[in-house]
């Protein structure tokens, strides 16, 4: 079996509890921004590519 590692894309952003954000279907890592900014001030905010999308 031939294994190839890959690498994710996300965005990492602050500093406080974790708070993971994971996009629907035909979405991508950017579609949390507007949240991103809302949320500035309680979490850190990761929000993910997930592979294949």
């Given at each position: 079996m031939n294994r190839t590692a890959?690498?994710?894309a996300?965005?990492?952003i602050g500093c406080g509890r974790?708070?993971?954000m994971l996009h629907g279907f035909l979405g991508e890592k950017?579609?949390?921004l507007p949240l991103i900014?809302?949320?500035q001030s309680q979490?850190?905010?990761i929000s993910l590519d997930i592979?294949?999308?």
């Open positions: 890959q690498t994710a996300y965005l990492d974790p708070l993971l950017t579609c949390w900014e809302l949320l979490f850190r905010r592979l294949g999308f």
